[in-house]
């Protein structure tokens, strides 16, 4: 893993790769994170952190600012998908401002509610890949709102760009049934995908700042694949040919209803 320094600005959060130095270095793909409903906690900038280690350059935007709930606990906070997708796109603006990256190879990585939010931003932009870390599949998410006018079906249908999707077989609040209904999205509109149901993951297993949720080994298959999928997708252009992967490891008497929340 190559070395990285963090630069922190209080909104957006970036992290950027170590420089030699060299004038002639490639410009660094960009990688948006965004945080849980939590808003921008250490969890956020952990991972931004991590993913610059890996040579990208990231930036972690606020998604709650102005909320009249506070980010760092529970909160109800919501924001539309166009309001999202301008704050994404400022924060690659303020990126691209700061630090010498390729605004041509873009990908966004969302976690539990902003995960729909990988989509939104894939369908009004062109990317390179998005990423859901156990979100972008619940059934609020197909719904059309005044927030989400398009619903889950019409983001698959206007964007292009591959899709990851993580999720943990004792989620409590999005089932086994969601994510086929993701999956068979997907395939209805001919988009790339790369779906996992990982063994014994419950909702938000990637965050090590919650203990009861934290699961080692599920964890660093997943920054595996993450990290694998984000190389591969900005060492190629969107390719004109549809690939699906679909994994799961499920237990053969798998009971949703028994899923818990856990902390």
């Not at 009249?68 to 997708?85: C, F, H, K, L, Q």
Request: aromatic fraction near 8%.
């Amino acid at each position: 893993m190559k070395r990285c320094y963090y630069q922190t600005i209080s909104s957006p959060f970036i992290a950027l790769p170590k420089s030699d130095g060299a004038s002639s270095a490639p410009r660094s793909p960009v990688v948006v994170v965004l945080h849980e409903r939590y808003g921008m906690v250490q969890h956020t900038k952990d991972m931004a952190n991590r993913l610059a280690g890996h040579g990208f350059a990231v930036v972690a935007p606020e998604l709650f600012a102005g909320s009249e709930t506070p980010s760092g606990i529970a909160s109800r906070a919501r924001t539309s998908d166009s309001v999202a997708n301008q704050t994404i796109r400022d924060a690659v603006t303020a990126l691209t401002e700061r630090a010498p990256v390729d605004p041509r190879r873009v990908a966004v990585l969302g976690a539990c509610r902003t995960g729909r939010y990988a989509l939104s931003y894939a369908a009004v932009e062109d990317l390179s890949c998005s990423v859901a870390l156990y979100g972008a599949a619940q059934p609020r998410d197909w719904e059309v709102t005044d927030d989400q006018p398009d619903g889950l079906e019409g983001l698959i249908a206007a964007g292009n760009a591959p899709f990851l999707g993580l999720y943990g077989e004792l989620d409590h609040l999005i089932s086994r049934e969601d994510v086929l209904r993701l999956r068979d999205g997907m395939e209805r509109h001919a988009r790339s995908y790369v779906i996992h149901q990982v063994a014994g993951a419950p909702h938000g297993w990637l965050n090590d700042t919650m203990p009861g949720r934290y699961r080692g080994g599920p964890a660093e298959f997943a920054w595996s694949v993450i990290v694998q999928f984000l190389r591969q997708h900005f060492d190629q252009p969107t390719p004109h040919r549809t690939t699906w992967e679909y994994h799961a490891d499920i237990a053969v008497s798998y009971d949703f209803s028994s899923n818990k929340r856990l902390e």
